[in-house]
């Protein structure tokens, strides 16, 4: 079985706008497109949102990466490792961050139907939320779903760790067939060892014969991933 390679870079703003933009050439010149994580209340309009538009004009994926990534917006008691922003959220209150969020885009000129929780952490009232408000894709920390027929494919997100073991853990993933996922975040990139440890990592699920792809076509082919798009907005392309 062939294995399906899914690069996605988080933190994108403009103090990390040059170190996107390297990776991003990086990855064009091996033909390996980006799905692009962005929380529309944490962005900064300007040059990166420009690279951004640009980007998914040109077939990224554009991906709600949650709202404001507030930690625990419900103040419940919930565990340390579970306060990402979507990680205990009922339905109803998820839903109203999703509609937020969705608003918050429209000003940006952006529009998707593709989720990845802050902490790749969904409660299970926000896949109920996501499916009300006609999301196609739900990508968490073990797999991604497909919201229109519920089929889940498995593969955990490996963000990106300078330990040799990363480079055996992804080489394996790709041997094996199924889903690849490398996961960044920008802030990270300002160091030379994690860019060299994902574009190697990238390399070598290549060499293993990976078919790059991005969030919005890793579900079922049952399930639609287009969204109508406001007045002005980019549309989200499948690649």
Same mark, same amino acid.
């Given at each position: 079985m062939v294995a399906d390679l899914v690069v996605s870079l988080s933190g994108i703003g403009p103090s990390t706008l040059a170190r996107c933009a390297d990776l991003a050439d990086e990855l064009d010149r091996r033909r390996v497109p980006l799905s692009l994580l962005l929380a529309p209340r944490k962005a900064v309009p300007g040059e990166a949102l420009d690279w951004v538009r640009t980007r998914v004009a040109a077939g990224d994926a554009l991906v709600l990466h949650g709202f404001d990534h507030?930690?625990?917006?419900?103040? *419940?008691?919930?565990? &340390?490792? @579970?306060?990402?922003?979507?990680? !205990?959220?009922?339905?109803?209150?998820?839903?109203?961050r999703l509609v937020a969020a969705r608003t918050a885009l429209e000003r940006l000129g952006l529009a998707t139907d593709l989720f990845a929780p802050p902490g790749w952490l969904a409660s299970p009232g926000t896949v109920v939320a996501l499916r009300r408000h006609r999301f196609a894709v739900c990508a968490d920390m073990a797999g991604v779903r497909d919201l229109n027929t519920g089929e889940v494919r498995t593969g955990r997100v490996r963000m990106v760790s300078e330990h040799w073991s990363y480079l055996l853990g992804t080489g394996r993933?790709? *041997?094996?067939?199924? &889903?690849? @996922?490398?996961?960044?975040?920008? !802030?990270?990139?300002?160091?030379?060892?994690?860019?060299?440890?994902?574009?190697?990592?990238?390399?070598?699920a290549l060499h293993h014969d990976a078919s790059p792809t991005t969030y919005s076509s890793t579900a079922s082919p049952r399930g639609s991933t287009t969204t109508s798009t406001p007045s002005g907005a980019v549309p989200v392309r499948t690649r």
């Open positions: 507030q930690p625990d917006p419900t103040h *419940r008691a919930v565990s &340390l490792r @579970r306060r990402a922003e979507f990680s !205990a959220l009922p339905a109803h209150e998820a839903g109203l993933a790709a *041997r094996r067939g199924g &889903l690849v @996922r490398i996961g960044v975040d920008a !802030a990270s990139l300002d160091r030379l060892g994690p860019r060299e440890v994902l574009l190697e990592a990238v390399d070598l």
